[in-house]
């Protein structure tokens, strides 16, 4: 089974139209597969932006050939029937391209509806809901439904012939497992190695099906100091496990608890290196995991260069 390299399309740190550069150049730099985060906040101030993912999508899959997900969380900022809708209407558009992963979400973005945040066994409970409607509406049902979210007679006249995937967002064993119930698939984020193995294996064991892939966040520079400056400035913020990083709400508070984290935490949780022989060895080890797509991030806010050198010696080196 061949892995699959994508580019990870990060909102939060790019404009939307240098992030459309971005992906075209990465398909013609032998990026096989392309995933956008859904944001309404960047995790800092120093990120900067934050693009509607569902605007620019339909834009990324007119201007490539590659197939794309997105990470969406419904149910709060996002009515399930309108999520179904855009779902509905890119999978139609382009077909046999476009895949969702579905996830609780994180304050920064939900709290903005002036709705109380949920604890989260609510926001799974209402995610498992929406999940439902989503698919329900996806296969051409009318579907009302009152819980934790509430649906009125609505029905999608736009669908696609196939519905496309709606893969679990994890990053902890008990939510794989969890996932295996519903989801089509799972992604999961890179951490240390044995815990993205427990967190397939624990999605496997459970019954889970379909695809497996893992985002893997990464700063590369022509130097060492570079890159981890790099990676220091842009995702120092991005250090905290949860519940930190789901109920913090706003950028300025990542920024204010994250002020004093050094650069080594940062390397903890990125893969931080001027040897792109290195960076190959790293995410040879992720494959070897069994994952069948691997979407690569490097943390930067300039992609060009980092596109063009993994192209030209990364991706040849992948297993």
């Not at 990542?254 to 949780?269: K, L, M, Q």
């Amino acid at each position: 089974m061949m892995t699959t390299y994508g580019f990870h399309s990060s909102h939060e740190q790019v404009h939307p139209a240098e992030l459309l550069k971005a992906v075209v150049r990465a398909e013609q730099a032998g990026f096989a597969a392309a995933m956008s985060s859904d944001h309404f906040s960047p995790w800092s101030e120093r990120q900067g932006h934050s693009g509607f993912a569902w605007s620019w999508l339909g834009a990324a899959l007119q201007a490539t050939g590659l197939p794309f997900g997105v990470v969406n969380a419904p149910g709060q900022r996002y009515h399930p029937a309108i999520i179904a809708q855009a779902i509905g209407t890119l999978a139609a558009m382009f077909p046999g391209r476009f895949w969702a992963a579905l996830g609780s979400g994180e304050a920064s973005n939900e709290h903005i509806t002036g709705d109380r945040w949920p604890r989260k066994e609510l926001r799974k409970a209402r995610l498992r809901e929406c999940v439902d409607v989503i698919r329900a509406l996806l296969a051409g049902e009318e579907v009302s439904h009152d819980g934790l979210v509430t649906v009125d007679r609505a029905r999608l006249w736009t669908r696609p012939d196939t519905p496309p995937e709606l893969i679990g967002a994890a990053v902890s064993v008990e939510t794989a497992r969890w996932c295996a119930e519903w989801a089509d698939g799972l992604i999961t984020v890179h951490g240390p190695l044995e815990r993205s193995r427990e967190v397939v294996e624990a999605y496997r064991e459970a019954g889970g099906k379909g695809r497996t892939a893992l985002q893997i966040h990464l700063s590369w520079a022509e130097t060492e100091e570079e890159a981890l400056a790099i990676a220091h400035d842009q995702w120092r913020s991005n250090v905290f496990a949860p519940p930190v990083s789901w109920d913090l709400d706003t950028a300025e508070l990542f920024d204010a608890i994250s002020a004093d984290v050094p650069p080594a935490r940062v390397a903890e949780v990125v893969n931080v290196s001027a040897d792109l022989g290195r960076h190959a060895a790293w995410i040879n080890e992720c494959a070897e995991l069994g994952f069948d797509e691997i979407y690569l991030h490097h943390v930067g806010q300039e992609q060009s260069a980092y596109i063009d050198a993994f192209g030209a010696k990364v991706l040849p080196q992948l297993r």
